[in-house]
């Protein structure tokens, strides 16, 4: 395959370019790898425990697939009218301004960041439960698995980009083979009814709403990273025809598969024994497989994870790299090495994650990222929204289906997304917003740097 700078079509740098090697394989992979975690594992239990009905619980589950697919349709709008390394914070700084732009990029990168460093140790204690030895070693062998994935990632794109096929893949092989074990090994059972959280007797109508919120923000939570494949549209080989076939397709695959999860797990176990477990999946095989069932569950779970880390890994840095390139953080992060690996971008990120799997701090942080969801979610939509009444003339070469009618659902879905996050967590959703005016200082003192360092150059 004949390797282009990915920057072929803007100015070149002396500081390299990402390179164009990456197609639809890639992202349909790096979508399902973003999306498809331990989260469908422990959400169904959350999400029956809320709504106690096995017809609202399909139907909450439906409901998040339909957000997901019109997300992904007005995404690849922008994502192939605007295709740069960033991601969402692109697509709001066109539309919204640079400030506003750096604010998405912020939230964005701090988001991934915990994520990995949460994952990280969550590989650290999954470890713990297959091996024995390890237990009791999770942050040690959290730093150790960030260490591999930096040096991996190091090696260049096409590296990384294997990487996430194959575990990616796999990882969904694996969920197919556990629902097709549900239908063929699990017996018939018959679905118990629990009552609303929170609920009681005559109150359990008037209660149902708040359920419901609750119970759709956290099947949203499952469902993201259906838009993972936006970060790599500047090294897709032809992101015109690729992306949207990448992005509509695995989307699509993820809805089904989520569905047929909890439908093979509601097969196998009563509604209120999914509703009393922390983690379903490992419930449904231990009665399918007896006590290997923990074991084949937190295999899966790894595998899944390893997958999701390496997404994360691969976007973080190109968050980093579009918003430094773009003149909105230090140049010098703005390097890409022969390979095509931002490298000064994902040093950086690497060391902000060891320091928050160390400090343990990525559990406050973690707490907050729902919040950062909807802001992300919200200012893609807007964007679309804007670029559309103002640069009408804006090369499309997709055009979102239904314009405006299924944005606009998604603009609602995401304001239900956001009473569920207010309503189940306000104190944290209190501390996103200070986290997101953190980064105000740092926007202050970006450009005052570079202003800077162009007057310096200006005077020479």
Not at 190 to 219: H, Y
Not at 240 to 267: D, E, K, Q
Request: charged letters at 10%.
């Amino acid at each position: 395959m004949q390797i282009v700078p990915a920057t072929a079509a803007h100015h070149a740098t002396p500081k390299g370019s990402l390179l164009r090697v990456l197609g639809v394989s890639f992202g349909i992979a790096v979508t399902l790898g973003s999306t498809i975690g331990i989260g469908i594992l422990r959400t169904p239990g959350t999400v029956a425990q809320h709504l106690g009905s096995v017809g609202l619980v399909i139907a909450v589950w439906a409901i998040g697939g339909l957000y997901a697919i019109v997300g992904a349709l007005a995404v690849a709008e922008l994502a192939t009218m605007l295709p740069r390394a960033g991601g969402w914070y692109v697509y709001a700084r066109r539309a919204l301004g640079e400030y506003a732009g750096f604010t998405v990029g912020w939230i964005n990168w701090v988001s991934f960041c915990t994520a990995v460093a949460s994952i990280s140790i969550a590989i650290g204690e999954y470890a713990g439960r297959l091996a024995p030895v390890l237990a009791g070693r999770a942050k040690a062998i959290a730093v150790a698995v960030l260490l591999v994935f930096t040096l991996m990632h190091w090696l260049g794109v096409r590296v990384g980009g294997r990487a996430q096929e194959w575990t990616s893949f796999t990882a969904a092989l694996g969920f197919v083979a556990l629902v097709v074990a549900c239908f063929v090994v699990g017996g018939t059972t018959a679905s118990v009814g629990v009552e609303p959280a929170g609920a009681a007797g005559s109150t359990t109508i008037a209660a149902l709403p708040v359920a419901l919120a609750i119970a759709f923000q956290s099947v949203i939570f499952t469902y993201d990273g259906w838009y993972g494949a936006i970060y790599f549209s500047e090294e897709d080989t032809d992101p015109t025809r690729n992306l949207p076939r990448a992005m509509i397709g695995s989307v699509l695959v993820i809805v089904t598969l989520y569905l047929l999860v909890n439908l093979a797990l509601l097969h196998v176990l009563p509604l209120s024994r999914v509703a009393a477990s922390q983690l379903a999946a490992a419930d449904a095989a231990q009665v399918m497989f007896g006590a290997r069932g923990e074991a084949i569950i937190t295999a899966l779970s790894v595998l899944s994870l390893l997958s999701v880390m390496n997404a994360g890994f691969m976007q973080t840095a190109r968050i980093l790299y579009g918003m430094s390139r773009d003149g909105l953080f230090l140049p010098e992060v703005a390097v890409v090495n022969r390979r095509g690996t931002p490298t000064m971008a994902l040093l950086a990120g690497s060391a902000v994650e060891i320091l928050l799997v160390v400090s343990g701090t990525f559990e406050k942080l973690l707490a907050i990222t729902a919040f950062f969801f909807v802001v992300m979610y919200g200012s893609g939509f807007v964007s679309l929204f804007v670029l559309r009444a103002r640069e009408p003339d804006l090369p499309r070469p997709f055009k979102a289906w239904g314009y405006p009618a299924t944005v606009l659902i998604a603009v609602g879905l995401s304001f239900v997304f956001l009473v569920g996050v207010i309503v189940s967590d306000s104190a944290n959703s209190l501390y996103a917003l200070m986290a997101m005016a953190a980064g105000y200082p740092v926007y202050l003192a970006s450009k005052s740097m570079i202003s800077a360092r162009e007057t310096d150059s200006g005077g020479f």
